[in-house]
């Protein structure tokens, strides 16, 4: 055993990005309590968003050639941790930049926004890095609390407040059940960290009482990613929260969770793939299907979009059901193609404001087409890629995931992925034709420029001129889940 | 020649050249201060300009093209990701589609005139359009295949939605998600035969189908599921009723890509992936699409009998003419599959042409009733012979393009099955009571609508548009060798294939 100090020491250059971020937290508050006035908030917002970078960056450069555990196995650094760390940390600058211009211009200028950004995401950079049980939940617990938070961020609106509590009653059941999950597992394995699991599983032991922990565990990071049938809060707090956290909590706490429920299937259960197997794919299945008969009523531009999402997770988790390499894989490429586009639409929504608030309903964007060509050429882009409709590169996700789950002989699974793309298509057109084929509405304000630019940004990101750098993706991806899993 | 030519990515090129130009046309909108009748005229001239250059690109790579020789020609080959690779070839099937697809884009678009709301948006449609269906036959990667094939949906969904008729929301719904449906149940398939193959390239997926062969049974699945697609696209009875309303309410131009060139993927995909891949699945099924294709000959026909409107009645005789080449594909012997391409070959230009010509009343008249029309040789000779002309070639004249693939076809099906002969060849006869009929209304008698009185002849731009289909339609019936003699080489490659032989 080797002393805590020395452990500290030989951890600490592993942590970087981790300190970042909980440095600029702390010292935001601080400065932010000192200086007063509504400048603070631009300020905070702009080094919130260099943080959150420079988090990305730093994680990047300090990748390991091979997973290094530290904090006494606490947690490790490795590939898939870096990766999804990169996708977070730029997903959530993106995100941040979408939501303090929009705070900035309705005069919301409450500088806690860009600290409970960053501090979500130190919660997500700790999931995806975690690797036992009590790091999981506190990584979980972190990021939770401060969606809670940003979710009844409008506290005068009934509905953000309505999102903010449902969210979190919801959210603390799935907390209950991990912790709950969690402590079978312990139980019946005698330890919470990974390997020893992980020994203890693949010599057979701790039986029907790990299973049971397992599922329980897997319900509650459903819960968190928003796979049906776990995600009847999606299209409440999707809605009710302002659109800029919404735009947030489409795109980086997805990935952390999917990364953690990866982690989790592929480290301690993966002599249990012929277990979980079924509960992932039944979670596959059921959020494709329902993902998408559920969207086909919707009229709310962010509860279809939530539902969307549920739907895209369903694409996710058929990758993760799938197991071998090409599984995992599938599933992180999958999520670094669906970001772009996914934050580049609530960018685009975002920017379509009539007096000041923006885009509601399906209705909203009539006409675009003709009131403003580029930003419903930008629109189309992003929605057909989400849509999985080639030659975007939403499609690519879909076909890698769609193989994977072939190649593991999960045929019905692949053909259920493909009606469910069909029937999630029609909503996607339902917009389209919004767009297209409709007479316009009141003219929209024009959109600032870095909503713009982000927008933007994201569409070039999910044309298929990231087909020239598909290729460093797959590399990375793979590297990625051969040094981790 | 094709010395020179040599070291040139000459596929690219033509595939590109007409999305360079819809960048083109997105710059000159993004600098221009608005839409005006100045700009729009503009826009229509760079797009004419574009797309008669990528006809005069594909002439040259035509004239450097060996039909003689079976293998793909041009070959690119950049490897991208996933094991995918960008991979570009032609073959004379291949080729003579392009030039069908080149040829008449410029048609299209001189057709297009007429538009007058956002029309740089649908000069861009066209373009990508275009660049997407000449793809589809250039992509020698079945991953790159299904890229082009799927992406074509996109602009066309969006050109019938915006530019058509009253239920254009409707017709562009279904449509999209028709196709959609059956690509989708294909793609898994492709990612089953990529995944047991081990390899995404068409010829290497065509030499593995013939020397170690997919399993019999799971090729059963893997037919039905490519049958999926391409029936939809054909399209076959009875997955063709997206077809009459997507015609109807297409914009004329985009009826004429989608009669002439969209339904010859299906036809394309059959030969191309369902023979020479699942022969022993394709030997199971013959009676059933031969089933298929009597009924859809008859049926069709039929009911393309009883339509008031004329554009409707056009998309029935494309299926029943689509069920000739479904009929001359499976014959699986050189006169069936060469009756098939065809066929295919000259039901674009003829579709075509008659969706052009319904183009010309409705441009006049905004109405394509058939009870609204008659006597129209009255007051238009020269359109009146140019209609005359294309019926005819569409029921099958002998001296029109319209004979040479459906006596061959029916010859090819002879010598498999007497009785699916006989039942085409009633179609061929129904096809006539159906398109005469359609003339006399339109055509011949006096006029009686007071409407009708100054509708005026084809003028400058319609007799050019016009022109090159009329000489296509008569060289392609009276010299129909310069065609079977091009595409030999690749219809004993598919037959081959189908039978099992090594070439």
């Known amino acids: 055993m080797i002393s805590p100090m020395t452990d500290l020491a030989y951890s600490w250059p592993h942590l970087f990005p981790e300190v970042l971020l909980a440095g600029f937290a702390l010292l935001g508050v601080f400065f932010g309590a000192l200086m007063g006035g509504d400048r603070r908030f631009g300020l905070i917002s702009i080094l919130g968003v260099a943080a959150l970078v420079g988090a990305g960056v730093l994680a990047i450069v300090h990748q390991p050639l091979a997973p290094v555990h530290i904090l006494q196995g606490a947690m490790v650094i490795d590939g898939v941790g870096v990766f999804a760390k990169a996708l977070i940390a730029f997903a959530a600058a993106a995100t941040l930049t979408l939501g303090a211009d929009h705070f900035n211009n309705t005069g919301e200028r409450r500088f806690e926004f860009p600290i409970l950004v960053v501090l979500a995401t130190l919660g997500m950079f700790v999931m995806v890095s975690a690797r036992d049980l009590i790091t999981l939940y506190v990584g979980v617990e972190l990021q939770s609390l401060c969606a809670y938070i940003l979710a009844a961020w409008r506290r005068d609106d009934a509905y953000s407040s309505e999102a903010g509590l449902k969210y979190f009653v919801l959210s603390a059941i799935a907390s209950g059940l991990l912790l709950f999950g969690a402590s079978f597992v312990y139980g019946f394995t005698g330890s919470i960290h990974f390997d020893v699991i992980a020994s203890v599983v693949s010599e057979g032991g701790g039986g029907v009482g790990v299973i049971f922990g397992l599922v329980l565990m897997l319900c509650a990071l459903g819960f968190k990613m928003s796979a049906a049938p776990f995600h009847m809060w999606t299209p409440d707090v999707y809605e009710g929260a302002p659109t800029p956290v919404t735009a947030f909590f489409a795109a980086a706490p997805k990935v952390a969770a999917v990364v953690l429920m990866a982690r989790l299937l592929y480290e301690p259960f993966a002599a249990m793939i012929g277990q979980w197997g079924q509960v992932v794919m039944a979670l596959s299945a059921i959020s494709m299907v329902w993902g998408s008969l559920g969207a086909l009523l919707q009229t709310n531009l962010k509860r279809l979009m939530a539902y969307s999402s549920i739907t895209n997770m369903g694409f996710v988790l058929m990758g993760l059901a799938s197991g071998g390499e090409q599984g995992p894989v599938s599933a992180l490429i999958y999520l670094a193609l669906y970001l772009p586009a996914t934050i580049g639409i609530f960018g685009l929504i975002l920017s379509m404001r009539r007096e000041g608030l923006p885009a509601e309903t399906v209705q909203d964007l009539a006409g675009l087409a003709k009131t403003r060509a580029w930003a419903a050429a930008l629109l189309t882009m992003l929605l057909f890629s989400v849509a999985g409709i080639p030659p975007f590169a939403g499609f690519i996700g879909k076909l890698l995931v769609l193989s994977a789950a072939v190649d593991a002989a999960l045929y019905w699974l692949a053909i259920l992925g493909g009606v469910a793309a069909v029937v999630a298509a029609a909503y996607y057109l339902r917009l389209l034709a919004s767009i297209w084929f409709s007479a316009p509405a009141a003219p929209l304000q024009r959109p600032s420029g870095a909503v713009a630019l982000t927008a933007a940004t994201a569409a070039i990101l999910s044309f298929p001129v990231l087909v020239f750098a598909l290729g460093f993706i797959e590399r990375w991806a793979e590297a990625a889940v051969r040094m981790s899993f | ?503």
């Open chain 2, 1 to 503: 020649m094709s010395e020179m030519l040599e070291g040139w990515p000459l596929l690219s090129i033509l595939t590109f050249l007409p999305a360079a130009g819809a960048i083109w046309v997105m710059a000159a909108r993004a600098m221009s201060p608005g839409e005006n009748p100045g700009f729009d005229r503009g826009v229509r001239l760079i797009t004419l300009i574009v797309t008669l250059a990528t006809f005069a690109a594909s002439l040259v790579v035509l004239a450097a093209f060996d039909h003689e020789n079976p293998d793909y020609q041009f070959v690119e080959n950049v490897p991208w990701a996933f094991g995918i690779a960008y991979r570009m070839g032609v073959d004379s099937m291949a080729m003579s589609l392009i030039v069908l697809t080149t040829f008449l884009t410029p048609l299209c678009i001189l057709a297009s005139w007429s538009i007058d709301k956002q029309v740089s948006s649908y000069m861009v449609l066209f373009l990508i359009l275009e660049t997407l269906m000449i793809g589809v036959f250039c992509a020698q990667d079945i991953i790159l295949f299904y890229l082009f094939f799927e992406g074509g949906l996109i602009p066309m969904f969006i050109l019938i939605g915006v530019w058509g008729g009253s239920r254009r929301v409707y017709a562009a719904f279904k449509f999209f998600l028709y196709t959609l449906l059956g690509s989708l149940l294909m793609l898994v398939a492709i990612v089953a035969i990529i995944s047991i193959a081990g390899t995404s390239s068409i010829p290497e997926l065509t030499a593995y189908a013939r020397q170690t062969g997919f399993d019999a049974d799971l090729q059963i699945w893997l037919w039905l599921a490519f049958f999926a697609s391409f029936a939809v696209k054909m399209p076959m009875w009875p997955v063709h009723t997206w077809l009459p309303d997507a015609h109807v309410e297409a914009p004329t131009a985009a009826s004429v890509v989608l009669a002439a060139i969209l339904l010859k993927m299906g036809g394309y995909g059959f030969l191309r992936f369902s023979l020479p891949m699942f022969p022993d699945a394709s030997h199971f099924f013959t009676p059933m699409v031969f089933a298929l294709s009597v009924v859809a000959i008859v049926w069709a026909s039929l009911v393309a009998f009883r339509q008031l409107d004329i554009k409707k009645l056009i998309a029935y005789s494309s299926v029943a003419h689509m069920g000739f080449v479904t009929m001359g594909i499976f014959s699986g012997n050189m006169q069936g599959v060469q009756g098939a391409i065809f066929q295919m070959l000259s039901h674009g230009v003829i579709s075509g042409a008659l969706f052009l010509c319904v183009g010309v009343v409705y441009d006049r008249m905004h109405t394509r009733e058939i009870a609204f029309y008659g006597g129209l040789v009255n007051r238009m000779p020269v359109y009146a012979a140019i209609f005359m002309l294309f019926t005819l070639g569409n029921v099958g004249l002998p001296g029109t393009s319209g004979f040479p693939g459906e006596i061959l076809t029916m010859v090819g099906a002879f010598q498999v099955n007497a009785w699916v002969a006989a039942g085409a060849a009633l179609g061929v006869i129904l096809s006539a009571a159906y398109a005469l009929t359609l003339y006399r209304k339109v055509a011949f008698g006096v006029i009686e609508n007071p409407k009708l009185a100054g509708i005026t002849d084809l003028d400058g731009r319609e007799w050019i548009t016009f022109a090159p289909l009329v000489i296509a339609t008569l060289v392609m019936g009276l010299a129909p060798s310069l065609v079977f003699d091009f595409t030999h080489a690749s219809a004993e490659a598919v037959v081959n294939a189908f039978a099992g032989n090594a070439p």
